[in-house]
């Protein structure tokens, strides 16, 4: 971490972050912190504890000990008020979108916008359409149901859900795990672009390094209860054995060799 | 409405101002984001064009913008344009022209789509046509069903190197029967304390109420010890194949059954529907007996009839054949309710929603033939005078 990285405004801080189920101790007093305007991409090998990271952000994981304040605010204790406002500035895109099946996309996208604003109808459909062409989807896609859709566009619909308020933060759940590489690099650009144009602030869990190349501005390797952040660049350096095998297997260094 | 209030963007509230005249100015400033936009909204439907020839939209004053706030102002200039205006002229702040491109990159300004609605009659109509031959469409596809069941079993008792899967099935006795006693004990009880009481009640009238018994033991074997027993078993066992096949459907199990030559209607299909044709018409002996019982209670508290009396009136009332009667009926009512439920729990799609929809659909679809099949029976019996 940079000197000037700290004087940064943070979004998320996490500070002695402890998760266990049972015995099995998941995250063993971990620090981390996404700073705004920035895509920070979590990785780490299968059980590191990515997705439960997520997931307690969000608050559907209470860790066992620890803090995490979201904009300043302690997710924990707040009052149910303050955490329902703080809850309405990020959104969560889910691993195969999420969507509600009995709706469709466009109602899916309404569901915040009905809940929590006083728009009309017709308004509320000018944005659901709005959303969906942001995400790059067709604008027939409005009237389907997700199980019509294909993986890669339930995706995008369930992007377009979580942007539905504007939201200042965005987490994403692996956005691009189970797609085709090309569908993958078109999501990576599509998450760079709405980033940058609606100066977003991105939480990404991944597998793919690709997408860590192309999207992140920083990386958290998530180790066996331990965890490094830093760039590409200052990460490769790292002794450590997993994350060297990372960056310098096959598959690494032909996407790092790209870049 | 509390939760509307929760969303509050705005530090600076959003303003807009519109200047008649030649020109039509219409001046946004503040904080244009989605906790306004249902305001501004309504302030906009009011703008027209009227006697203006060209219009701007100074945006300059904005301090901030999202997507939501965007779209109101890329509208507008969209609209004004719809009037036979000149094009308006945008001015936004220059850090905002990014998000504007982005915004208005490919958008479509008119014909935003929400659903699919039509006319009601259409949709009653259509909904309709498409139960008729859904239903219809079932009717032909469980007969089928019925019929590769029937060669499968065949097949496997000829068969002898292939084996009937005794542990599966010794799996399925044991869940759809043994663990079925105590709610299906308790339930035919509870019948037969009711239909002793409405009957003992009714027949006290003409001093016949020692005819409660024969009321009791007619009604009880020939009719609700089955139907309580078909029912509880529709309910706790039909439900459970379908979620418990739909299930593997939902995560390839099935799939990957077939990949390996192995038959899905042997190995699934065949233990749960043998073994419903083994418990059934056991389950169905208890519910009788347990009907009886709770019969008995009430008319001992009710009419004060000693047991051997009632035994004895009970002797006069029934004959064996009024037992076999219901039993006969039992494998016919397991064999609706293994086959609908597998069946169903086969035509599950691959999504979870799915698995419920079915389970839902096996139950009533079992519960329906069932007592479809008991109205049947009835007639029939009547007709050879059993």
Known sequence: ?259 | MKHKTLLSRARIPATLSIEHGPTLHVVAAGDWVISEVARLDGQLAKLSAAAALKATIDARQITHLDTAGSWLLLRTQSALEQEGLPRPELLVPSHYADLLAKVSDGLAFHGAVSGRKGPWLYAFLERIGRETTRILAQGYQIVGFLGQISLETTEAILTPQRALPWPALTTQIEDCGLTALPILGLLAFLLGIVIAYQGAGQLKRFGAEIYTVNLLGVAVLREIGGLIAAIIVAGRSGSAFTAQIGTMRVNDEIDAMQTMGLNVVEILVLPRVLALLIVLPLLTLYADVMGLFGGYIMTYSDLGLTFPAFLTQLQSAVTLSTLMVGLIKAPVFAAIIGLVGCFEGLRVERNAESVGRLTTRSVVEAVFLVIVFDAGFSILFSVLRF
């Open chain 1, 1 to 259: 971490m940079t000197k000037g990285a700290a004087e940064r405004d943070v979004v998320v801080r996490i500070r002695g972050l402890i998760n266990a189920f049972g015995d099995t101790v998941v995250h063993d007093h971990l620090d981390l912190d996404l700073y705004r305007g920035e895509i920070l991409g979590v990785v780490g090998a299968s059980g590191t504890g990515k997705s439960v990271l997520l997931r307690t952000i969000v608050g559907l994981t209470t860790p066992r000990a620890g803090t995490i304040e979201v904009f300043g605010q302690e997710i924990a204790h707040a009052s149910a008020r303050a955490r329902l406002a703080t809850q309405l500035r990020w959104g969560v895109l889910f691993q195969d979108g999420a969507l509600f099946s009995a709706q469709t996309v466009a109602q899916n996208i309404q569901v915040p916008l009905r809940r929590y604003t006083s728009m009309s109808q017709h308004l509320m459909d000018e944005i659901a359409a709005l959303k969906i062409n942001l995400v790059g989807l067709p604008p027939d896609t409005a009237g389907k149901f997700p199980a019509e859709l294909s993986g890669g566009m339930r995706k995008r619909a369930g992007l377009a859900r979580a942007l539905a308020l504007d939201p200042e933060l965005l987490f994403l759940d692996e956005p691009t795990a189970g797609l085709d590489p090309i569908s993958a690099t078109h999501f990576d650009e599509l998450i760079r672009g709405l980033q940058k144009s609606l100066g977003l602030t991105v939480f990404l869990v991944t597998h793919d390094i690709d997408t860590l190349r192309a999207t992140c501005d920083r990386i958290a390797v998530l180790l066996d209860k331990s965890i490094r952040s830093g760039t590409i660049a200052s990460l490769i350096k790292d002794p450590n054995p997993w994350i060297q095998e990372y960056f310098s297997g096959v598959r690494g260094r032909a996407a790092l060799a790209e870049g």
